[in-house]
């Protein structure tokens, strides 16, 4: 087991030892001179402004969500298209009912407005 | 192929019906109708495994082309009519509590009934990734009903800690099965049992993956000490969902138990007291009782303490699973009649319990329900009646669950254990009775807010179900009887 594995320990090993070195490095050879301005909240050079507790709506999410599932799905019609042949009529409405599945679910999606950007 | 349709039809009905009812929510205006479709769903679906089972399910050729994935046979037809019940219940209640609580969205209805499909899958999944992947159908549905109230903090409380502890334990049963089939080469259960008969069970490996399930199983079924997300989960969830978590989620995380057990498990070498899993179940059952009993009798709020009360119930339970190891078909006979009317006595309690609260005015503490026995009988009576059965007084259908569980763990040889149960189930009594008080012989302080009973013809028709049935199987249980036998047979032995 160690004749298969040792290499991959070692690498660790090495990559946890390098990552330390440079941290312990950073924080016991660099200089450091706090100013107030430098442990001030940083947000891109202006002063920080509002609360911490916004509720933000993720756009992006319900997309990228929509976009998995259609990717996966991608993923489950190639074989099946290979040997659609072989598979016959069973394979068929399988496939068939996996996708009607996954079409109920994009009309509802649609329908709730995940797919409008701007509301 | 139209006969093994006919098979798994109570699967494709509330399958089908989900959807039908999510393109009925996105597309349609009405929203009074979405609570009798999804009740008429799950009854439809107890309906359709009546059919099957009347059938023969035996008879059918062809019944093979499922399995290993999905056994479609008695014990699995049993558990589809019981969950589809606990879920047309729930489904009813929620017709009339969401309305009144200000809580009326249509999603809850199709979560509600995918997540009855999942735990269905669960109680028939005869290989480890079907099991999986209806487990995971089933708690994704659970984890958005325990968040469905958005505003209140309490609710999202539960509900993250229910998601997390909920995956955690998912992972560590999928973590069990890798190292199972490490071991076996196997991932349906079937094939694991045999491999693990043909001398595997003193392998560390199998072992470990048999100590990881077996903790898995303990999460899902809420047993002490792996039942901390239960009362905040129970507490902050709308109660039609907490009802469906305590009945359908638990039921079939039972299912699941009990096949995983006794199928992979289920060689005389793995259940037995000397090298097997027994004696873990043992403790675990007798750690449940105890705790969830004394923990029970201190609370202040209603709910969190029929939460704690079907942690209590999960660990009368685990006493019948562990009698399973002498007569399998004898003490799974008993764990599902239990089941049965644990279903009925709880959903009946928590229908009573949104009976007895209305808008802005929810019944939540036992002070609440001071002097409602005076001022509205007509709620509080059917609240009275299933915490007796619940309690186990006969001659409710809850004394017959104990009886014949606890009958199953003494004919097993296991004195100790029926003893300590025995015990517990007279602590139970305590703060059932507690409630009783409360709502007959106890007036509220001046001042202090009332509870006011709703009206709602969904809940009373869910009382009045749930009522028939406790009613029905405390008086006549020999019918019952012979079908959770039958259903139990699968297991041989």
Known sequence: ?119 | MLLQAFAISPLLMVGIGAMLLMMAEAFSKVRGGLALGAAAVCFAGVACAAGVWMYGVETIPGIDAFSPWLRVDRFSLFFDALLCLGAGLSCLMAGGYLPEHNLDRGEFYSLLLLSTFGAMILSAAGDVLTLFLGLETMSLGVYCLAAFRRASARSSEGALKYFLLGSFAAALLLYGFALLYGVTGHTDLQGIGDAMAKGNIRNPMAIMGLVLILVGLAFKVSAVPFHMWTPDAYEGAPTPATNFMAVAVKGAAFAMMLRVLLTAFGDPRSASWASGWPPALAWIAVITMTVANLVAGRQESVKRMLAYSSVAHAGYILVGMVATMHSATQASAGVLFYLLTYTVSTAGAFGALILCGRRGAEAVTYEDLAGIGRRHPAAALPFAFFLLSLAGVPPTAGFFGKWFVFRSAMEGGFYWLTIIAFINSVIGAYYYLRVLVFMYMREPAAGAPVATPMRSGYVTAALILSAVLVIALGLTPTKSLSVVFQAAAIFGG
């Open chain 1, 1 to 119: 087991m160690f004749a298969t594995y040792g290499p991959m320990f070692l690498m660790m090993l090495v990559a946890i030892t390098l990552a330390s070195l440079f941290f312990i490095g950073a924080s016991t050879l660099g200089k450091k001179k706090p100013t107030p301005e430098k442990m001030m909240p940083f947000e891109c050079g202006s002063d920080s402004s509002g609360g911490r507790h916004l509720k933000l709506s993720v756009k992006f999410y319900l997309t990228a969500i929509l976009f998995v599932v259609f990717d996966i799905e991608a993923v489950f019609i190639y074989p099946w298209a290979i040997h659609f042949k072989t598979l016959g009529w069973v394979g068929f409405f399988s496939m068939t009912g996996f996708l009607v599945t996954i079409v109920v679910g994009l009309l509802y999606c649609w329908k709730k407005g995940a797919l409008e950007w701007e509301k």
